[in-house]
């Protein structure tokens, strides 16, 4: 082999290898340490229902601040401090995003929104400041787990840690009716789910050749202000133990799977007997299911229902003797301990496990990821699993 073939070689698996990027994520700490007001958990379930097609629940506290005329500024699934954020720019101007596989569209505030900007505190986006910025002025509203927002659709090159996209379709939201810690969402679920029409973040990187292979997957992390992070194009084998399990994609909207079952090691208490539906969403919280398998699920592991918070607490001094939950998917079992599970609000301990009226299928989010590292492949339309290593 004479030497420029050695060098076309090494130039080309270097070039390859540069294609699957890690692109960092963070933990926010809680801007508010305080135990959840009850509202807001409401208010948290009823933007779950809207995002997976549930009429939301009527608000009925009088008490609550939000009839008193103030707004409510605060979200529970900022208090959850269990979402994972990253940096990118959108025509050159910086946004925290929540990386959501639960969603397909990308949106970062308008400077019309002032909800937005003065009660949350969030970056906008500035039309005048960007030369790449393109828009038809097309409306749009979408309902997120955080809430619902509406703005109009456009277009502008997006830099994701060393990758540019170019003219990424995004929304620009001016009404919220939710504040959050991240100031958008770059949706990672499939194309029929995105409500501005636009081609998901993703789909871009691909026709573009930014990535590798048509894989991302997540190693979140709990416990720190690190929060782990999204490798783009592919897998790294580093940061899970063994082998990937992989399970099909059954409706390529959401990342949609069969669940075999849920069970309560060592109690006998088995869920989802005979496989059910789940979905795999990094933007959500906790794992959210049908009601009666949740009363059931948080029976077994012994936490109490409280009707305050409409939350399953237990004792924190408990947590290092409760039962580790197993989930059954593709004939393997993945396991969540109660150190995971549990979510520590200063000496108020609930369970990651909640329902949701009405719910049929599960929502399995990031309870279940900060444990078990997630590929998602989305040419071959199957989601790997496997047990997330301890490293950083
Ligand atoms: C947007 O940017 C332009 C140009 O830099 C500036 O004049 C304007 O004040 C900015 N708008 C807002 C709302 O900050
Ligand atoms: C927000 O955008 C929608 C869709 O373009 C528009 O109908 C509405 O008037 C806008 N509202 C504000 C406050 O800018
Ligand atoms: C894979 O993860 C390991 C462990 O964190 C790290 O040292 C390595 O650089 C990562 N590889 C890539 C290609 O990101
Ligand atoms: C729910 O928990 C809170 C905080 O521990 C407590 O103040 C409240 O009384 C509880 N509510 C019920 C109905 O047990």
């Known amino acids: 082999m004479n030497l420029r073939v050695i060098i076309l070689l090494?130039?080309?698996?270097?070039?390859?290898?540069?294609?699957?990027?890690?692109?960092?994520?963070?933990?926010?700490?809680?801007?508010h340490h305080k135990v959840p007001q009850a509202?807001?958990?409401?208010?948290?379930?009823n933007a779950l229902r809207r995002k997976y097609g549930f009429t939301p629940l009527r608000i009925k506290t009088s008490q609550s601040r939000a009839s008193k005329g103030e707004v409510v500024s605060e979200n529970l699934i900022d208090a959850y401090n269990t979402n994972f954020f990253g940096e990118v720019s959108v025509g050159g101007q910086p946004f925290t995003m929540l990386f959501d596989t639960g969603s397909s569209d990308f949106w970062v505030p308008s400077?019309?929104?002032?909800?937005?900007?003065?009660?949350?505190?969030?970056?906008?986006?500035?039309?005048?400041?960007?030369?790449?910025?393109?828009?038809?002025?097309?409306?749009?509203?979408?309902?997120?787990?955080?809430?619902?927002v509406q703005g109009i659709v456009g277009s502008d090159d997006v830099g994701l840690g060393d990758l540019k996209i170019r003219q990424q379709g995004l929304g620009l939201v001016n009404i919220t009716d939710s504040c959050d810690a991240f100031d958008g969402i770059g949706?990672?679920?499939?194309?029929?789910?995105?409500?501005?029409?636009?081609?998901?973040?993703?789909?871009?990187?691909?026709?573009?050749?930014?990535?590798?292979?048509?894989i991302f997957s997540f190693h979140l992390k709990s416990g720190s202000s690190d929060g782990g992070s999204m490798i783009l194009g592919g897998s790294n084998s580093s940061l899970y133990y063994g082998y990937l399990t992989y399970t099909n994609v059954i409706e390529a909207t959401y990342w949609t799977f069969k669940m075999d079952f849920i069970e309560v090691h060592g109690k006998g208490l088995r869920g989802c007997v005979g496989g059910c539906k789940a979905i795999m969403d990094t933007g959500t919280s906790l794992i959210v299911g049908?009601?009666?398998?949740?009363?059931?699920?948080?029976?077994?592991?012994?936490?109490?229902?409280?009707?305050?918070?409409?939350?399953y607490i237990v004792d924190c001094s408990s947590i290092p003797k409760l039962p580790t939950i197993v989930l059954g998917i593709a004939n393997k079992k993945f396991y969540i301990t109660p150190q995971t599970y549990v979510i520590v609000f200063e000496d108020m301990c609930f369970t990651g496990f909640n329902d949701l009226r009405g719910l049929t299928f599960w929502i399995i989010g990031d309870v279940f990821i900060r444990e078990n590292y997630v590929e998602f492949d989305w040419a071959r339309k199957r989601i790997g699993i496997a047990r997330a290593a301890e490293v950083d």
């Open 187 to 214: 949706g990672m679920g499939f194309p029929p789910l995105s409500e501005t029409r636009s081609k998901p973040l993703f789909q871009q990187m691909i026709d573009q050749k930014l990535v590798e292979q048509p």
């Open 10 to 31: 090494l130039s080309l698996v270097v070039f390859v290898a540069g294609k699957v990027h890690r692109f960092r994520l963070q933990r926010r700490s809680h801007r």
């Open 39 to 45: 509202h807001q958990h409401l208010q948290f379930r």
């Open 111 to 148: 400077s019309h929104c002032q909800v937005c900007i003065t009660k949350c505190g969030n970056r906008f986006f500035n039309e005048s400041k960007s030369k790449t910025f393109h828009t038809k002025r097309v409306p749009f509203s979408i309902q997120y787990g955080s809430g619902a």
């Open 290 to 311: 049908p009601a009666l398998d949740i009363l059931l699920l948080n029976n077994a592991i012994g936490a109490r229902h409280n009707s305050t918070y409409d939350l």
